[in-house]
């Protein structure tokens, strides 16, 4: 199947500072690419689509000006997280959506937030 | 907003035995996928099964959809201890990918 590469796995950072967190499609050119958070012992929640050359399309009760996602290409979306507080401290994961669709969504790793 | 809610929220089974979660949905869909996380990890992609069939088999699972019912099931038979991990359903409204993910069951697996 397809590749998605999240980076970075993991990451720590002091409140108050912002974190980019990178999805890449390694092998296909993704149109579409979206965000999903999970915390803790819960399920995934899509916080937002990114879609190539256009602005994101955020879920309800997602700030769009907290969560700055840009999909500049279609290899790579970024989510960054500003002015991060520890209630941010979550899992996010990205996925890819190619041109086709009935078929499995291409996720990657997953980067785990912690702000301290 | 949540759309499948599964049941059950947890399950502990002997190595061996079956293991069998259910999923409902709410809406219509295009399809409804099957997902296992393993703790703190990223998402296995498990079974596809599309809004017009009906019973899909992969290895030691089995998925079911009734869209009469709204509801999906997914049996892993004889059991490892490997299986051990949470199980999401999500399901694809439209065309895209975009998933609406339920809240999951959390599976143990006893050696």
């Known amino acids: 199947g397809a590749v998605v590469s999240q980076h970075p796995s993991w990451v720590i950072c002091k409140s108050g500072t912002s974190v980019k967190i990178e999805c890449r499609s390694l092998d296909f050119q993704a149109t579409t690419m979206f965000w999903y958070r999970q915390f803790p012992k819960q399920s995934l929640m899509l916080m937002a689509t990114?879609?190539?050359?256009?602005?994101?399309?955020?879920e309800q009760g997602v700030e769009k000006d907290k969560f700055l996602i840009n999909h500049a290409s279609l290899t790579l979306s970024t989510l960054t997280v500003t002015s991060a507080h520890p209630e941010d401290s979550s899992f996010y994961i990205c996925s890819a959506a190619g041109d086709t669709w009935n078929t499995e969504a291409f996720f990657g790793q997953g980067t785990r937030l912690t702000v301290v | 907003s949540q759309q499948g809610e599964e049941d059950p929220q947890a399950l502990s089974i002997q190595e061996g035995e079956n293991a069998t979660m259910n999923c409902s949905y709410k809406?219509?869909?295009?399809?409804l996928q099957w997902y296992r996380q393993n703790s703190g990890r990223g998402l296995v992609h498990l079974i596809l099964i599309r809004s017009n069939e009906r019973e899909k088999h992969s290895g030691r699972l089995r998925v079911t959809l009734d869209t009469s019912k709204k509801s999906s099931s997914l049996l892993i038979t004889a059991s490892r201890a490997a299986d051990t991990a949470s199980y999401f359903c999500?399901?694809?409204?439209?065309?895209?990918?975009?998933?609406?993910f339920g809240g999951g069951t959390r599976v143990l697996v006893k050696p």
């Open positions: 990114s879609n190539e050359g256009s602005k994101a399309t955020y």
């Open positions: 999500a399901t694809e409204k439209a065309a895209g990918n975009k998933l609406t």
């Open positions: 809406t219509s869909i295009n399809n």
